[in-house]
């Protein structure tokens, strides 16, 4: 497998688009989310995407392959909520490690596929970066308006939480860890902690790559942070790349990826949503524009990562490859020290 910093010094390379997107494309009922082992779960699991890999793992592998075909050079596990956090909901907190170990298999098995029906891949062999969500609680905010001072979650569940989830995929196979759609950034810190922990206790180091999420035209997270200080909070994790992801269309993202690729001393990414929302809550946002605003990033010298998040299918990540393959990835900058 090339060293990935290697191929990010010759070319923009292309992550792959939405996991839940074409998840619904193939309108799963409940029995399918259950599967054979799970048929008397005492709670709904209908929308428990992580679960597939289990319970359908050849539907996951299936999208995995649409996403390499179509192009992608790094491939995200099917883990966004897959630590014990988020599986509350589901009362399915004991299945962490082994949804996560699951999960990184199934795409390598993906990767291994590929490979097999294209021999003269073997040199540029696609990445595994396993995904880490951002929780379905905030460190930094209250969920009760009434106590302000409360918090749903504290900073070592958080890190506890994230370092099963850790655990599993570099087991499973993952060989990068994405940190991604941050909110809010007391999350990723605690993942972020996670890591280098893992890293710490077991010698064993992953590139990083963090992707944080600016919700409105504002250019702030959701916990209030602009996007300088977001990086400036992040910097310490020595990340292979920083970028943005989801909330945003590639029209509305574009300020921010510029600005980012001005202060970024790592390489820089991004995967924004097809669009904005319709009123409907769809995206309409054809692969052709969406690759028509991200060339031009490309030209403008922009971007090291690129691809898709919600709304986006192998569409859109085909036609985001056809359109940067021959245009020059952001080189690194000499940042002075302050």
């Known amino acids: 497998m090339q060293d990935i910093r290697a191929a990010l010094g010759q070319r923009i390379l292309i992550i792959d688009g939405a996991m839940g997107t074409m998840i619904q494309r193939h309108g799963l009922q409940e029995a399918d989310y259950r599967g054979a082992r799970f048929a008397d779960w005492p709670s709904d699991l209908k929308g428990n995407n992580d679960l597939l890999c289990l319970t359908q793992p050849d539907i996951i592998k299936g999208i995995h392959l649409e996403y390499l075909e179509a192009g992608a050079d790094i491939i995200e596990t099917n883990t966004f909520n897959a630590q014990r956090v988020s599986l509350e909901d589901y009362g399915m907190q004991a299945l962490a490690y082994e949804l996560n170990v699951a999960a990184a298999r199934v795409a390598k098995e993906a990767v291994a596929a590929y490979v097999a029906a294209h ?3 073997i040199n540029n062999t696609p990445w595994v970066a396993g995904a880490i969500g951002p929780l379905n609680k905030t460190l930094s905010l209250s969920p009760d308006v009434n106590n302000p001072g409360y918090r749903a979650l504290s900073f070592d569940d958080a890190a506890d939480a994230y370092g099963e989830q850790i655990k599993g995929l570099v087991d499973g196979g993952a060989d990068l860890l994405l940190i991604e759609t941050i909110f809010d950034t007391l999350n990723a810190k605690a993942a972020i902690f996670a890591i280098r922990r893992y890293f710490r206790e077991t010698g064993r180091e992953l590139p990083i790559l963090i992707s944080g999420t600016i919700t ?12 300088e200080a977001f990086y400036a909070s992040v910097r310490h994790a020595r990340p292979l790349s920083i970028g943005l992801n989801c909330a945003l269309g590639a029209k509305e993202m574009r300020p921010h990826i510029e600005e980012l690729s001005t202060i970024a001393e790592c390489y820089t990414s991004a995967y ?6 319709n009123a409907m809550g769809e995206y309409d946002e054809h692969p052709a524009d969406t690759a028509g605003f991200i060339e031009e990033w490309a030209k403008n010298g922009f971007l090291n990562i690129v691809g898709g998040c919600c709304g986006t299918t192998p569409d859109h990540i085909r036609h985001i490859a056809e359109h940067v393959r ?3 990835p952001r080189p690194l900058p000499v940042v002075e020290p302050a």
């Not at 409105?216 to 996007?227: I, P, V």
């Open 119 to 121: 021999p003269d891949a």
């Open 216 to 227: 409105d035209a504002s250019g702030r997270t959701l916990s209030g942070q602009t996007l």
């Open 272 to 277: 924004p949503n097809a669009g904005l929302p």
């Open 326 to 328: 021959k245009l020059k």
